[in-house]
């Protein structure tokens, strides 16, 4: 069958081949059954009436026209291989034919056991025989069965028709049944195709409770989940090119300003400062743009997972990237390791690790341990406490505080440990505002 045949087409020619194959089997097992068991219905009762002729001395009398299992079978002596003696039970085979009895009598002289059944095909009628030999001496007892004959012509006849019949019924039940299926997919692949060229809008319903209800369903996840990376996009150009325009133009200005010896800053130091701390700035943001795409590109390549000592990533963090605020950090690590990404992890720590500096005043507070079974990584700092009204967005992009740069930091923090499903705390005393990342 060819490739792009329609998975309607692919239905209707498998459902009939199928119930084909089912009405053939059943149709050849009921013939054989029938014949089998009509078989052997018909030897018992000749092995039943030749019993019955030998108790009697190969003598029949009008009883055994009375008993309906002796009615039809008849019997054929045989003495020294010779046909010496015919009974009959029933009238109209006193005159048998030489046919039978040539078959009847060809068996019997090679029969080389004491007794055996037979059924030979006489075209319009079956023979069936029972032949009990001893030595040249024997009965035959026989019954001429036109019964089954007519029944397999029948069969052979109307069998066909029934078997045609179905796989008609059965091809117009599949092509209903398979409109129905195929009119909800061929709906899914408009929908999935209006995703593909871009329109997130547009609302996957498929009114089924089936497999293919609850595949429309995972696309219309899918399609908002678009839609909504989509309009961050979209606030992202927007923000990029706020942030990004702020300290450009500022620094530009300043330049210029510097080329026609003004200095807004008094003094060309001064003036240079705010030019280098713009720069600065721009570095940060920057940097955050390209963390986030650094992130994307590990889900995309399907990251690699692995032990990580987070005690030791931390202590790297402190000694290097966070090396001129060492001052402000008290750091107090139990060991502790955990599996997933190490680039992940050395970002989530140095996003919480670089907030709370941003927002101390005199110290930050490092920590891992384990409790009831939970490792546990608490940052801590003594800044500004935070409203407790923005916590429930605080993890949003863009959503910066007042000392913040690009609003993206937390939300770095937030994305990586959703891919893990690990929760975040945020609590808030007289001390401290602590983030604290309980490895589930």
């Not at 994307?296 to 402190?318: A, T």
């Not at 670089?354 to 891992?368: D, G, M, P, S």
């Not at 009204?389 to 959503?399: A, D, L, V």
């Amino acid at each position: 069958m060819k490739k792009n045949k329609s998975l309607a087409f692919k239905m209707w020619i498998g459902f009939s081949l199928f119930t084909f194959v089912i009405i053939f089997i059943l149709s050849t097992f009921f013939i054989l059954f029938f014949s089998f068991e009509r078989d052997n219905e018909i030897f018992e009762s000749i092995l039943f009436a030749q019993q019955t002729l030998i108790n009697k001395g190969l003598t029949t009398d009008d009883n055994d026209s009375n008993n309906p299992r002796n009615l039809l079978v008849n019997h054929i002596g045989i003495v020294n291989r010779s046909v010496k003696v015919m009974t009959f039970t029933d009238n109209i085979y006193k005159e048998a034919s030489s046919n039978i009895i040539e078959k009847v009598s060809s068996s019997f002289a090679i029969q080389n056991i004491s007794s055996k059944k037979y059924k030979l095909n006489m075209g319009n009628y079956y023979l069936y025989y029972y032949i009990t030999k001893q030595e040249n001496n024997g009965i035959i007892s026989f019954r001429i069965d036109e019964y089954s004959t007519n029944f397999n012509r029948v069969v052979w006849v109307i069998a066909p028709i029934i078997i045609i019949l179905t796989i008609i019924l059965s091809l117009i039940f599949a092509i209903i049944y398979s409109r129905s299926m195929t009119k909800s997919l061929k709906k899914l692949e408009n929908s999935v195709s209006s995703i593909a060229n871009g329109d997130f809008t547009t609302q996957i319903i498929v009114e089924k409770q089936d497999e293919i209800g609850r595949l429309a369903t995972v696309f219309d996840n899918m399609r908002e989940k678009l839609l909504k990376k989509e309009n961050l996009k979209q606030e992202e150009i927007q923000y990029i090119s706020h942030e990004l325009k702020t300290p450009v133009m500022s620094i530009l200005s300043y330049i210029q300003a510097i080329k026609d010896n003004i200095y807004p800053k008094g003094d060309l130091n001064s003036s240079l400062e705010v030019i280098s701390n713009q720069s600065n700035r721009l570095i940060k943001i920057i940097n955050k743009f390209i963390t986030i795409s650094r992130l994307d590109f590990i889900d995309f390549k399907n990251e690699s997972i692995e032990e990580v000592n987070l005690s030791e990533i931390i202590n790297e963090l402190c000694n290097n990237e966070f090396a001129g605020k060492k001052e402000l950090l008290k750091i107090n690590l139990n060991e502790l390791v955990i599996k997933a990404n190490k680039e992940k992890i050395i970002i989530l720590c140095e996003n919480l690790i670089e907030n709370a500096i941003r927002y101390c005043k005199n110290e930050v507070l490092i920590e891992t341990n384990v409790i009831n079974n939970i490792k546990n990584f608490k940052v801590s700092n003594d800044g500004e406490k935070i409203d407790e009204k923005i916590i429930p967005n605080i993890f949003e992009p863009y959503n910066k505080g007042n000392k913040g740069i690009s609003g993206l930091g937390l939300t770095i923090v937030k994305r990586i440990i959703d891919d893990y499903g690990w929760n975040i705390d945020i609590n808030i005393n007289d001390l401290y505002t602590e983030f604290t990342v309980k490895f589930n």
